[in-house]
């Protein structure tokens, strides 16, 4: 099954905060047997320091001088056997099981709203009985400090929240701590007054107020007025209950020690109280015979100072010690009425709101309304009234405790005591109709409608109906309401129910922990549900305060399920349903409200106390006229509950089918989503093949291409080749490039989809950049008859920071498409400059491009044809590079393009401007050789054409080259020969390079190392390799090696390589060679980056050729004249069969020849114009 709500984080965390014990103290769940870890004793003591309390004093002397000690006495046994068996099986089961009063109540026949009930009576015992003690704690202030009665209620409801706030811990430290003072003083005051007055007992025994003095002995209205006051007080065994919770498991060793403590502290308590009430009824019949006024004759503070007086003798000393133990004693009840309330006023709400700001709000909020109480005075009105209030919550405690003595042995109720919301009814007709039957029973006792005895009984008669209502009901429901569904106890306890011992050892092991769903807290197995609506364990306390379930776990224990199947048992339908009409509910919501409202209104009435009849009658008739408004505001208000409750059921069934459509959605999704994600790992997983694939062809094409390049530069460069060679040559050359472009643009597409492209940020000459660029594709425009114009819009900064390389490639790509793709017409390059942005923008005539291709230009080898565009050269990866490079770059790429009449492609990026720039390097001359000793280079490579070429690039220059074709061959001629420099191949059969370089260095070898490969991605094999651009590879400085080199290498590079790793001097052929042979030096200086244009640089070079006194007449040579003439015409073959002639004539030595010839076969004429018109007169 799928669940129907989702968990979101904010719950998490809240109801984490709300769970955390330290504060909390289990207050909404079962006490984990975990938390039960202080001794039996210590809990008996901590529950026996409630027993303080002086109410019992006060109450058995109000008794004795109203109604007699016999009355008295009699009630005190009556109430005490009463208490007992009430407290016996409640207690016993809190223990056992680490329930508190409220979850105990609700698995022992109340229900998971029936308990409500409870709670809120129980809440009402405690601020009622907290405001009585806490008086008597006033009363005490006021006699020994003559504090002020209002402050002294301040004080004695403050000065117990810090302790109650930290919960069990707290409190049992202060009980315990407290206990011997305690017991010591209230042993001394009732052994001083048995001392000294113990030859009065008899006529205290004998004592009848002088209002009942023809009443001799037991009289049964003295005793029911007796019994209705001190029935009160049973709601005490709640406050016992709830530390005795914290009780350790019982096990065979422990069982007398546990069964003592149990008794003694739990419905024992009475016992303990029966000496302090007869202690109580003692002292006032002294203070009555010492005429004191009646109303301290019932105050603990001067009763006590009665017993005291006999130790001390002194009035002051006396008053001293009864103050001590009367705020000791009040301290330590009030300690526990505030906890208690705290937890009644915790669960009360948390069921009604599901929500809870946690026990410290709540118990704040209990001690808040008893200082209220005080403060008012209604405190005294609310004991006239303890005689109903008694009734009531006789009647709660005795039908739990039949249904624990009675239906659980005779198996009428489950044998495991159910609290969990999950697994509950909300309401149990067992305990909650026997408790409103047995209430109504006794108000109409007390009330005096059944007789005067039944009134006088009123008490008894409740508690013996309780007993027979419970077994009754449960008997004829079958126990059915108890548990919603089943509960996986119940079961467990099934299946062991004939093996005690085996039970109590599984109930007594380590607990087993679950972790719950929500707040992702482990809880032990009993405090544990699963929730079909989450599809996880849930908790107890997560369970009750989820609003948005909406019992989806028990949809016929509602409470609304439950009337209704109950109405249409006997009632019409038609009745059912104007039953559950909204008049019918607004009349029961008002007619709730207005029953409080008269209460409240009564008590303020009984408060007053109007002295005379015009004023009780003026009263009356003011309060009914309050009201009778009261009832007109409560019905508005009565209609907003109803029509906002209303309208909270229909959005959270909105909410429900939202959310379920919303689940369903995201199901969906995330099935798209793991389609998508298989997916995505396939194409990932491709794209690494791919990339595996280019890595390793490219290796196996840079091998030969480094022979290939290689030797054609070699073979250039030689003076003695034939004319009609050179041009083969320079295709091969041209080929091979063409060939390595095609490679790196394969692997630039490579890294940049795997997100290892390399950007960097150098100083870029930025105008002498575009000028190349223009003077290159000018010539290139002309050649196809096309016009090239360049827009300068802005000024240019000199220099700016980019990567050149990439902002080069881009332009060029974009700039060789314009060209090649415009058969008339012309080609206009744009160039704007506005803060630190540049825009490039090529617009041309050509054929444009239609909407639906744009996107299809921008794939790897995707090139639009039509009948109308002819085969033009390419590689197909040009403008996927420029697209990659410039997103890479931060740039923006934009396209324009109409069918017809051209496109337009505009590259905008941020370049930097640098205010002070680097000095540029100097041009590239050609060397020829270098100074000092014969340096000796090992070369290690397995193939012997790569070993052949290194041989022959650096023998010529004065170098001696050792040959060596395996790692274990480098290593046996190092016997014979210390070479000044290793140049290791990367990739060799048995031990690689950096395998043989790391050797090299551990046999203590410094030589320099410079490592080739072919192999792009090398860095990957060797992680202390840094990524620099290709070609260019500098070592980490824990790298065995020197330097690193990527082929296919530049011959010029690898000796500057060299050089500088042999700090070699090098020589270079002189500049100043004669004629045009230094032509070459003026085409390396218009190829380097310069301070001028093109013209201010063939100037300045030709002025440089002025040392030349043969210049002059070769360039009046007719083959000379010739060639410009159709130079000026760009006649590409006239122009190479004229310079076929000037190599046979031998005017021009071989490297002008070949410079003058690689402007002709790249069409740069403008250049070889303006060389072959230089006049350097």
Same mark, same amino acid.
């Given at each position: 099954?799928?669940?129907?709500?989702?968990?979101?984080?904010?719950?998490?965390?809240?109801?984490?905060?709300?769970?955390?014990?330290?504060?909390?103290?289990?207050?909404?769940?079962?006490?984990?047997?975990?938390?039960?870890?202080?001794?039996?004793?210590?809990?008996?003591?901590?529950?026996?320091?409630?027993?303080?309390?002086?109410?019992?004093?006060?109450?058995?002397?109000?008794?004795?001088?109203?109604?007699?000690?016999?009355?008295?006495?009699?009630?005190?046994?009556?109430?005490?056997?009463?208490?007992?068996?009430?407290?016996?099986?409640?207690?016993?089961?809190?223990?056992?099981?680490?329930?508190?009063?409220?979850?105990?109540?609700?698995?022992?026949?109340?229900?998971? =709203?029936?308990?409500?009930?409870?709670?809120?009576?129980?809440?009402?015992?405690?601020?009622?009985?907290?405001?009585?003690?806490?008086?008597?704690?006033?009363?005490?202030?006021?006699?020994?400090?003559?504090?002020?009665?209002?402050?002294?209620?301040?004080?004695?409801?403050?000065?117990?929240?810090?302790?109650?706030?930290?919960?069990?811990?707290?409190?049992?430290?202060?009980?315990?701590?407290?206990?011997?003072?305690?017991?010591?003083?209230?042993?001394?005051?009732?052994?001083?007054?048995?001392?000294?007055?113990?030859?009065?007992?008899?006529?205290?025994?004998?004592?009848?107020?002088?209002?009942?003095?023809?009443?001799?002995?037991?009289?049964?209205?003295?005793?029911?007025?007796?019994?209705?006051?001190?029935?009160?007080?049973?709601?005490?065994?709640?406050?016992?209950?709830?530390?005795?919770?914290?009780?350790?498991?019982?096990?065979?060793?422990?069982?007398?020690?546990?069964?003592?403590?149990?008794?003694?502290?739990?419905?024992?308590?009475?016992?303990?109280?029966?000496?302090?009430?007869?202690?109580?009824?003692?002292?006032?019949?002294?203070?009555?015979?010492?005429?004191?006024?009646?109303?301290?004759?019932?105050?603990?503070?001067?009763?006590?100072?009665?017993?005291?007086?006999?130790?001390?003798?002194?009035?002051?000393?006396?008053?001293?010690?009864?103050?001590?133990?009367? %705020?000791?004693?009040?301290?330590?009840?009030?300690?526990?009425?505030?906890?208690?309330?705290?937890?009644?006023?915790? #669960?009360?709400?948390?069921?009604?709101?599901?929500?809870?700001?946690?026990?410290?709000?709540?118990?704040?909020?209990?001690?808040?309304?008893?200082?209220?109480?005080?403060?008012?005075?209604?405190?005294?009105?609310?004991?006239?009234?303890?005689?109903?209030?008694?009734?009531?919550?006789?009647?709660?405690?005795?039908?739990?405790?039949?249904?624990?003595?009675?239906?659980?042995?005779?198996?009428?109720?489950?044998?495991?005591?159910?609290?969990?919301?999950?697994?509950?009814?909300?309401?149990?007709?067992?305990?909650?109709?026997?408790?409103?039957?047995?209430?109504?029973?006794?108000?109409?006792?007390?009330?005096?409608?059944?007789?005067?005895?039944?009134?006088?009984?009123?008490?008894?008669?409740?508690?013996?109906?309780?007993?027979?209502?419970?077994?009754?009901?449960?008997?004829?429901?079958?126990?059915?309401?108890?548990?919603?569904?089943?509960?996986?106890?119940?079961?467990?306890?099934?299946?062991?129910?004939?093996?005690?011992?085996?039970?109590? &050892?599984?109930?007594?092991?380590?607990?087993?922990?679950?972790?719950?769903?929500?707040?992702?807290?482990?809880?032990?197995?009993?405090?544990?549900?699963?929730?079909?609506?989450?599809?996880?364990?849930?908790?107890?306390?997560?369970?009750?305060?989820?609003?948005?379930?909406?019992?989806?776990?028990?949809?016929?224990?509602? $409470?609304?399920?439950?009337?209704?199947?109950?109405?249409?048992?006997?009632?019409?339908?038609?009745?059912?349903?104007?039953?559950?009409?909204?008049?019918?509910?607004?009349?029961?919501?008002?007619?709730?409200?207005?029953?409080?409202?008269?209460?409240? =209104?009564?008590?303020?009435?009984?408060?007053?106390?109007?002295?005379?009849?015009?004023?009780?009658?003026?009263?009356?008739?003011?309060?009914?006229?309050?009201?009778?408004?009261?009832?007109?505001?409560?019905?508005?208000?009565?209609?907003?509950?109803?029509?906002?409750?209303?309208?909270?059921?229909?959005?959270?069934?909105?909410?429900?089918?939202?959310?379920?459509?919303?689940?369903?959605?995201?199901?969906?999704?995330?099935?798209?989503?793991?389609?998508?994600?298989?997916?995505?790992?396939?194409?990932?997983?491709?794209?690494?093949?791919?990339?595996?694939?280019?890595?390793?062809?490219?290796?196996?094409?840079?091998?030969?291409? &480094?022979?290939?390049?290689?030797?054609?530069? =070699?073979?250039?460069?030689?003076?003695?080749?034939?004319?009609?060679?050179?041009?083969?040559?320079?295709?091969?050359?041209?080929?091979?490039?063409?060939?390595?472009?095609?490679?790196?643009?394969?692997?630039?597409?490579?890294?940049?989809?795997?997100?290892?492209?390399?950007?960097?940020?150098?100083?870029?000459?930025?105008?002498? $950049?575009?000028?190349?660029?223009? @003077?290159?594709?000018?010539?290139?425009?002309?050649?196809?008859?096309?016009?090239?114009?360049?827009?300068?819009?802005?000024?240019?900064?000199?220099?700016?920071?980019?990567?050149?390389?990439?902002?080069?490639?881009?332009?060029?790509?974009?700039?060789?498409?314009?060209?090649?793709?415009?058969?008339?017409?012309?080609?206009?390059?744009?160039?704007?400059?506005? #803060?630190?942005?540049?825009?490039?923008?090529?617009?041309?005539?050509?054929?444009?491009?239609?909407?639906?291709?744009?996107?299809?230009?921008?794939?790897?080898?995707?090139?639009?044809?039509?009948?109308?565009?002819?085969?033009?050269?390419?590689?197909?990866?040009?403008?996927?590079?420029?697209?990659?490079?410039?997103?890479?770059?931060?740039?923006?790429?934009?396209?324009?393009?109409?069918?017809?009449?051209?496109?337009?492609?505009?590259?905008?990026?941020?370049?930097?401007?640098?205010?002070?720039?680097?000095?540029?390097?100097?041009?590239?001359?050609?060397?020829?050789?270098?100074?000092?000793?014969?340096?000796? %280079?090992?070369?290690?490579?397995?193939?012997?054409?790569?070993?052949?070429?290194?041989?022959?690039?650096?023998?010529?220059?004065?170098?001696?080259?050792?040959?060596? #074709?395996?790692?274990?061959?480098?290593?046996? @001629?190092?016997?014979?020969?210390?070479?000044?420099?290793?140049? =290791?191949?990367?990739?060799?059969?048995?031990?690689?390079?950096?395998?043989?370089?790391?050797?090299?260095?551990?046999?203590?070898?410094?030589?320099?190392?410079?490592?080739?490969?072919?192999?792009?991605?090398?860095?990957?094999?060797?992680?202390?390799?840094?990524?620099?651009?290709?070609?260019?590879?500098?070592?980490?400085?824990?790298?065995?090696?020197?330097?690193?080199?990527?082929?296919?290498?530049?011959?010029?590079?690898?000796?500057?390589?060299?050089?500088?790793?042999?700090?070699?001097?090098?020589?270079?052929?002189?500049?100043?060679?004669?004629?045009?042979?230094?032509?070459?030096?003026?085409?390396?200086?218009? #190829?380097?980056?310069?301070?001028?244009?093109?013209?201010?640089?063939?100037?300045?070079?030709?002025?440089?050729?002025?040392?030349?006194?043969?210049?002059?007449?070769?360039?009046?040579?007719?083959?000379?004249?010739?060639?410009?003439?159709?130079?000026?015409?760009?006649?590409?073959?006239?122009?190479?069969?004229?310079?076929?002639?000037?190599?046979?004539?031998?005017?021009?030595?071989?490297?002008?020849?070949?410079?003058?010839?690689?402007?002709?076969?790249?069409?740069?004429?403008?250049?070889?114009?303006?060389?072959?018109?230089?006049?350097?007169?």
């Amino acid at each position: 099954m799928r669940a129907t709500q989702s968990i979101f984080r904010v719950r998490r965390q809240y109801n984490k905060w709300v769970g955390d014990e330290t504060l909390e103290d289990y207050a909404l769940r079962f006490t984990a047997k975990k938390a039960r870890r202080w001794s039996i004793s210590h809990i008996g003591m901590t529950a026996l320091g409630a027993t303080a309390f002086l109410a019992l004093e006060a109450l058995s002397a109000a008794t004795t001088l109203q109604y007699g000690f016999i009355n008295t006495l009699w009630a005190m046994l009556a109430i005490s056997v009463s208490i007992f068996i009430i407290g016996l099986p409640i207690s016993y089961y809190s223990a056992r099981h680490g329930l508190d009063i409220d979850l105990l109540t609700r698995g022992g026949g109340f229900g998971y =709203l029936g308990s409500t009930i409870t709670s809120l009576i129980y809440a009402s015992f405690t601020f009622i009985f907290f405001a009585i003690e806490a008086a008597i704690f006033a009363s005490a202030l006021r006699a020994l400090f003559s504090i002020p009665l209002w402050v002294g209620y301040i004080i004695s409801a403050l000065v117990v929240v810090p302790i109650v706030t930290h919960g069990i811990k707290a409190i049992s430290r202060f009980q315990v701590g407290s206990q011997p003072l305690w017991l010591l003083l209230q042993i001394c005051a009732l052994a001083a007054v048995v001392f000294y007055e113990f030859e009065r007992i008899d006529n205290w025994v004998q004592f009848v107020p002088r209002e009942h003095a023809s009443t001799q002995g037991f009289d049964l209205m003295l005793f029911g007025a007796c019994v209705s006051i001190f029935f009160a007080m049973v709601a005490q065994i709640g406050e016992q209950v709830d530390y005795l919770r914290f009780m350790p498991p019982k096990t065979p060793e422990n069982r007398y020690r546990w069964w003592f403590w149990l008794i003694l502290s739990g419905p024992g308590w009475i016992l303990v109280g029966m000496v302090k009430m007869l202690l109580g009824s003692f002292l006032a019949y002294l203070a009555f015979t010492q005429a004191m006024p009646y109303q301290q004759a019932t105050d603990p503070v001067y009763l006590y100072q009665l017993a005291f007086n006999y130790i001390t003798e002194s009035p002051s000393g006396s008053l001293v010690l009864a103050g001590i133990l009367v %705020i000791l004693s009040q301290m330590k009840i009030n300690v526990t009425n505030a906890y208690a309330g705290s937890i009644a006023w915790s #669960n009360f709400f948390s069921r009604l709101t599901h929500s809870h700001p946690g026990r410290v709000v709540w118990l704040v909020f209990n001690v808040a309304i008893a200082l209220v109480l005080m403060e008012m005075g209604v405190y005294r009105v609310l004991e006239a009234i303890l005689g109903v209030f008694a009734i009531v919550a006789l009647s709660w405690l005795a039908s739990l405790a039949a249904d624990l003595l009675i239906n659980k042995p005779l198996g009428l109720s489950p044998p495991i005591t159910e609290f969990k919301r999950s697994h509950l009814y909300d309401i149990n007709p067992v305990g909650v109709g026997s408790m409103l039957m047995a209430s109504a029973l006794g108000i109409v006792c007390y009330l005096g409608y059944l007789g005067n005895n039944a009134s006088y009984l009123a008490h008894f008669i409740s508690l013996g109906a309780c007993f027979v209502f419970v077994p009754t009901i449960a008997g004829i429901t079958k126990g059915r309401f108890y548990l919603a569904r089943p509960s996986s106890d119940i079961l467990f306890y099934e299946l062991h129910k004939d093996e005690d011992q085996a039970l109590s &050892q599984s109930l007594n092991s380590e607990p087993a922990t679950l972790r719950c769903c929500i707040c992702e807290s482990d809880f032990e197995y009993e405090d544990m549900s699963h929730c079909p609506a989450y599809q996880g364990a849930i908790c107890s306390l997560c369970c009750s305060l989820d609003a948005r379930c909406l019992d989806s776990c028990k949809p016929d224990a509602r $409470l609304k399920v439950q009337l209704n199947q109950w109405l249409e048992s006997f009632a019409p339908a038609s009745v059912v349903r104007a039953l559950n009409s909204r008049v019918a509910r607004f009349a029961f919501i008002l007619s709730c409200v207005a029953l409080l409202n008269g209460a409240f =209104l009564a008590l303020i009435y009984f408060h007053i106390k109007p002295a005379s009849a015009p004023t009780a009658e003026l009263l009356s008739t003011t309060i009914w006229m309050i009201f009778y408004a009261f009832m007109i505001v409560s019905g508005v208000i009565s209609w907003l509950i109803l029509l906002a409750h209303e309208s909270r059921l229909v959005a959270q069934q909105e909410s429900n089918r939202q959310t379920r459509l919303l689940i369903d959605e995201i199901d969906a999704h995330q099935e798209t989503d793991r389609a998508l994600q298989e997916a995505k790992e396939l194409a990932e997983r491709a794209n690494d093949a791919k990339s595996r694939y280019l890595s390793g062809i490219s290796h196996e094409l840079r091998t030969p291409l &480094q022979s290939i390049l290689g030797y054609a530069q =070699l073979l250039s460069q030689k003076a003695d080749m034939p004319a009609q060679h050179q041009y083969p040559l320079e295709i091969i050359r041209n080929s091979g490039e063409h060939l390595a472009g095609l490679i790196e643009g394969l692997l630039d597409i490579s890294k940049i989809e795997a997100g290892r492209l390399d950007i960097y940020r150098n100083q870029v000459r930025l105008p002498e $950049l575009l000028e190349q660029l223009v @003077q290159m594709f000018t010539q290139q425009a002309e050649m196809k008859g096309l016009r090239f114009h360049f827009h300068l819009h802005h000024r240019l900064p000199d220099v700016v920071i980019t990567d050149e390389k990439r902002l080069r490639q881009i332009l060029i790509n974009l700039l060789s498409n314009a060209v090649k793709y415009t058969d008339h017409g012309r080609v206009d390059f744009h160039v704007y400059y506005r #803060n630190q942005v540049a825009e490039f923008s090529i617009i041309d005539t050509g054929l444009g491009i239609h909407k639906k291709d744009i996107e299809r230009i921008f794939t790897p080898f995707e090139r639009v044809r039509n009948s109308h565009t002819p085969h033009t050269p390419g590689t197909g990866l040009g403008l996927t590079i420029v697209r990659l490079l410039t997103e890479v770059m931060g740039g923006n790429l934009d396209i324009k393009s109409t069918p017809g009449e051209g496109s337009c492609f505009s590259v905008s990026m941020m370049l930097s401007w640098v205010s002070t720039p680097t000095v540029a390097a100097p041009p590239q001359r050609t060397i020829k050789g270098y100074q000092g000793a014969t340096q000796i %280079i090992m070369a290690v490579d397995d193939d012997p054409i790569h070993r052949g070429l290194l041989t022959d690039i650096l023998n010529p220059l004065g170098f001696r080259v050792v040959e060596a #074709n395996s790692a274990d061959d480098c290593l046996r @001629q190092l016997a014979d020969v210390r070479p000044d420099c290793f140049i =290791l191949d990367v990739n060799m059969p048995g031990c690689s390079g950096f395998e043989l370089a790391t050797q090299l260095r551990q046999e203590g070898y410094t030589t320099p190392i410079l490592m080739l490969s072919a192999e792009v991605n090398e860095r990957h094999r060797n992680p202390l390799e840094l990524q620099l651009p290709a070609g260019l590879k500098a070592p980490h400085p824990k790298a065995p090696h020197d330097d690193y080199m990527v082929k296919p290498i530049r011959n010029q590079l690898l000796l500057e390589k060299v050089g500088n790793l042999l700090t070699l001097e090098w020589q270079y052929i002189d500049d100043t060679l004669t004629g045009i042979a230094s032509l070459t030096n003026i085409a390396s200086l218009t #190829n380097t980056a310069s301070q001028t244009n093109l013209a201010s640089k063939v100037q300045c070079s030709a002025a440089k050729l002025d040392s030349s006194a043969s210049l002059k007449s070769r360039l009046q040579h007719p083959l000379i004249q010739q060639l410009t003439s159709r130079v000026q015409v760009a006649h590409r073959k006239g122009v190479l069969d004229t310079l076929d002639e000037i190599q046979t004539s031998g005017i021009l030595d071989a490297d002008a020849l070949k410079h003058l010839r690689d402007l002709a076969q790249s069409m740069q004429y403008e250049q070889l114009e303006l060389l072959l018109e230089t006049d350097p007169a």
